[in-house]
């Protein structure tokens, strides 16, 4: 076998099984109820301790949580819902407005 076509079928196998690889991806969540500095930080470490979640960035100004979060593990509800039941109720931004 070539090298070309060992790295094809590997390029393949690797699409092929495309959901039980590590997938990151990056939602920006607006996050309701965050009043003071300290909250955050409270939103911060609530949506660290979900499962698959690699990076938080909380803005107080802005009201949102850019989280980055492996799909094969975690899905945006487990990252809203999680931030709700912590108190500050939370969507994903591209659902604004609907
Ligand atoms: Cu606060």
Redesign the pocket.
């Known amino acids: 076998m070539t090298k070309f076509t060992t790295s094809l079928v590997l390029g393949l196998l690797i699409v092929s099984s495309g959901a039980a690889m590590a997938k990151q991806r990056t939602v920006t969540l607006v996050v309701d109820n965050?009043?003071?500095?300290?909250?955050p930080y409270?939103v911060k470490k609530t949506i660290e301790k979900v499962s698959g979640v690699s990076k938080v960035t909380v803005s107080f100004k802005e009201k949102t949580a850019v989280v980055v979060f492996d799909d094969a593990r975690t899905q945006v509800n487990d990252l809203t819902n999680a931030a709700t039941k912590a108190g500050f109720p939370s969507m994903p931004r591209s659902r604004e407005g609907k």
Do not use: K, L, R
Request: aromatic share 14%.
């Open positions: 965050m009043y003071c500095e300290a909250c409270m």
